[in-house]
C-alpha cells in the first residue's frame, strides 16, 4: 500500500477538499490553511523532490497554480494577489514529501491576518470556500469561451 498521503488524496483514497482536477494534476484546499482559500495543487504520479519531477509535469503543475491564483481573484473570496510557493526538501522546509505547490490568496494590508494564520493554521468553511473557488474557475472558463454554457462546479 502506499504511504503517501498526497497518493492517496490524488486516487480518492483519502478525503480532501478538491477545487479543481485532470489527468496529470489535482488541487485541493490546505488542511491547515494560512488564510481562507490556501490551495495546494500536485502531480498525481508520485515524485518527492523536484528531482524526481518530469519537467514537463511541472510546467502543467505551475499553470495550473498560475490559474487557480487568477481564479481565487476573480472568485467571490476577491483576493487581491497571491503567493505561489513550493517547498523543495526538507531544507526548505518540505513536509509532505510529494510535491505540491501553495497557492495562498492574498489580500491588500492583510500582513497581520497571514501572520495570525501561520499561527492558527484554522479551517475556514472548506465546503463554501471550494465552491466559492470553483466558481471563479467557472468563470474564467466562461470569459475564455463565451457562450459554452454552464459548467460544472459553477454553484456560486
Ligand atoms: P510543506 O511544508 O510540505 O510545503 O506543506 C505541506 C502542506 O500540506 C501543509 O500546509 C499542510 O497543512 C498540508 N497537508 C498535510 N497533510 C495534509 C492532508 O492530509 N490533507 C491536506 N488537504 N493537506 C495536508
Ligand atoms: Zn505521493
Same mark, same amino acid.
Given at each position: 500500500?502506499?504511504? $503517501?498521503?498526497?497518493?492517496?488524496?490524488?486516487?480518492?483514497?483519502?478525503?480532501?477538499?478538491?477545487?479543481?482536477e485532470?489527468?496529470?494534476? $489535482?488541487?485541493?484546499?490546505?488542511?491547515?490553511?494560512?488564510?481562507?482559500?490556501?490551495?495546494?495543487?500536485?502531480?498525481?504520479?508520485?515524485?518527492?523532490?523536484?528531482?524526481?519531477?518530469?519537467?514537463?509535469?511541472?510546467?502543467?503543475?505551475?499553470?495550473?497554480?498560475?490559474?487557480?491564483?487568477?481564479?481565487?481573484?476573480?472568485?467571490?473570496?476577491?483576493?487581491?494577489?497571491?503567493?505561489?510557493?513550493?517547498?523543495?526538501?526538507?531544507?526548505?522546509?518540505?513536509t509532505?514529501?510529494?510535491?505540491?505547490?501553495?497557492?495562498?490568496?492574498?489580500?491588500?494590508?492583510?500582513?497581520?491576518?497571514?501572520?495570525?494564520?501561520?499561527?492558527?493554521?484554522?479551517?475556514?468553511?472548506p465546503?463554501?470556500t471550494?465552491a466559492?473557488?470553483?466558481?471563479?474557475?467557472?468563470?474564467?472558463?466562461?470569459?475564455?469561451?463565451?457562450?459554452?454554457?454552464?459548467?460544472?462546479?459553477?454553484?456560486?
Amino acid at each position: 500500500m502506499n504511504d $503517501c498521503v498526497f497518493c492517496r488524496i490524488a486516487a480518492g483514497d483519502a478525503p480532501a477538499v478538491k477545487v479543481y482536477e485532470d489527468d496529470a494534476l $489535482c488541487a485541493f484546499l490546505d488542511i491547515r490553511p494560512i488564510v481562507r482559500g490556501h490551495t495546494l495543487v500536485i502531480p498525481k504520479r508520485h515524485a518527492a523532490a523536484l528531482a524526481d519531477l518530469d519537467a514537463e509535469l511541472g510546467a502543467h503543475v505551475f499553470r495550473a497554480g498560475h490559474r487557480l491564483a487568477l481564479a481565487i481573484q476573480r472568485s467571490s473570496l476577491a483576493a487581491d494577489g497571491a503567493n505561489l510557493v513550493l517547498n523543495d526538501g526538507t531544507a526548505a522546509f518540505q513536509t509532505v514529501p510529494h510535491v505540491h505547490l501553495h497557492v495562498i490568496p492574498r489580500r491588500h494590508r492583510d500582513t497581520l491576518r497571514v501572520a495570525l494564520g501561520f499561527l492558527l493554521r484554522r479551517p475556514h468553511d472548506p465546503i463554501a470556500t471550494a465552491a466559492a473557488i470553483r466558481g471563479g474557475i467557472a468563470a474564467l472558463d466562461n470569459e475564455d469561451n463565451p457562450g459554452a454554457g454552464p459548467h460544472e462546479g459553477a454553484d456560486e
